[in-house]
Nanobody, 115 residues
Framework: QLQLMESGGGSVLAGESLTLSCTASGSAFGINNMGWFRQSPGKTREMVAMLGNGVARYANSVKGRFTITRNMETMTINLQMNNLKPEDTAVYYC??????????WGPGTQVPVSS
């Protein structure tokens, strides 16, 4: 069974950078989408960055600041977050999706951005 684990979260100041990592364990066969989502307190979970079929997509709020990358050798996806803003404060989750619509979530990692 595929399992995901995020790492790299922590408190940062506005304007600083942070890189999150998500490492998968288990078989990744059939994965066609990998991405990062976030959820702020009292709000719904939203897509931040997705990587599928060699194409990266980003939420408008993070375009130009966040970059999603993958390392298939380590079964890891990363999210480089630059110029963080207080509104980026959220719990960040990684998700791997299969071609048949099944998916696996990581437990999440908190990123509080202080002004």
């Amino acid at each position: 069974q595929l399992q995901l684990m995020e790492s790299g979260g922590g408190s940062v100041l506005a304007g600083e950078s942070l890189t999150l990592s998500c490492t998968a364990s288990g078989s990744a066969f059939g994965i066609n989408n990998m991405g990062w989502f976030r959820q702020s307190p009292g709000k719904t979970r939203e897509m931040v960055a997705m990587l599928g079929n060699g194409v990266a997509r980003y939420a408008n709020s993070v375009k130009g600041r966040f970059t999603i990358t993958r390392n298939m050798e380590t079964m890891t996806i990363n999210l480089q977050m630059n110029n963080l803003k207080p509104e980026d404060t959220a719990v960040y989750y990684c998700k791997f999706s299969y071609w048949n619509a099944e998916h696996t979530w990581g437990p999440g990692t908190q990123v509080p951005v202080s002004s």
